[in-house]
């Protein structure tokens, strides 16, 4: 009960600082200048603005997700992975559109490595899932679980950069990172380089985490049971 109680807590603070966050954001876009003055080049503007408000709402998004799978779908999403998921996006998201991205350049790799990891954790529970369901029944090797996790980790990687690609096309942001935090736009394979690293480095959290979770299946060794997904009995 303590450790539920305390993974609440965790949720609900998160979730409220995503809250307070968009409601101060959407004043400040409001208030910021749209250009920012030639004399001071740090200065936030609206742009910055729209970016944080779209990565808060988000957030409250993703937030609510367990808890709607929890009691619509009626799943049981371990304590490890419900915090290292919220303590993920506050990183991403808070952390991250507070300065973070640029104050530490491998904050973004980390990030993305991370989120491989546990991408593809999430890719052995879908196959569990299937496979106790009563409409899908299969069998399959150690390894091809580990390749459909591994693939699954890298598609929705790709997913997000189709997202990060959207939003910067439609609002003028600077998700991908095209552009210096001064406003100078790069060129070429400068331009490329955030895009490619983040799909690198996802590939690489992914397949760190489909030989790990090969070597439990193949060995019956258990390391995939306190990150795995499953559906409660009614």
């Not at 250009?35 to 937030?63: E, T, W």
Request: proline letters at 2%; glycine letters at 6%; one cysteine or more.
């Amino acid at each position: 009960m303590k450790r539920l109680f305390t993974v609440k807590a965790l949720m609900w603070f998160i979730f409220l600082t995503f809250i307070v966050t968009a409601i101060y954001t959407f004043i400040r876009i409001i208030l910021a200048p749209a250009v920012a003055p030639s004399s001071d080049i740090q200065v936030r503007v609206k742009g910055d603005y729209v970016l944080m408000l779209v990565q808060c709402i988000l957030g409250v998004f993703l937030m609510l997700i367990p808890g709607y799978l929890r009691r619509r779908v009626n799943l049981n999403i371990p304590t490890l992975m419900m915090i290292a998921y919220a303590v993920f996006l506050y990183c991403a998201i808070f952390l991250g559109e507070m300065g973070f991205y640029y104050r530490f350049s491998h904050w973004d790799s980390l990030l993305h490595i991370f989120s491989g990891v546990g991408l593809g954790a999430l890719g052995f529970s879908l196959v569990s899932l299937l496979n106790k369901s009563e409409a899908v029944t299969f069998s399959l090797s150690p390894f091809f679980v580990a390749l459909f996790a591994f693939c699954f980790a890298v598609s929705l990687g790709v997913i997000w950069e189709i997202y990060e690609f959207t939003v910067d096309y439609f609002l003028k942001t600077n998700m991908q990172k095209y552009a210096l935090e001064q406003g100078e736009q790069l060129i070429g394979q400068a331009a490329l380089m955030d895009t490619m690293k983040d799909l690198i480095v996802d590939a690489i959290g992914g397949f760190v985490m489909s030989v790990i979770g090969y070597m439990s299946l193949k060995h019956k060794k258990g390391w995939l049971d306190r990150l795995r997904i499953k559906r409660l009995e009614k």
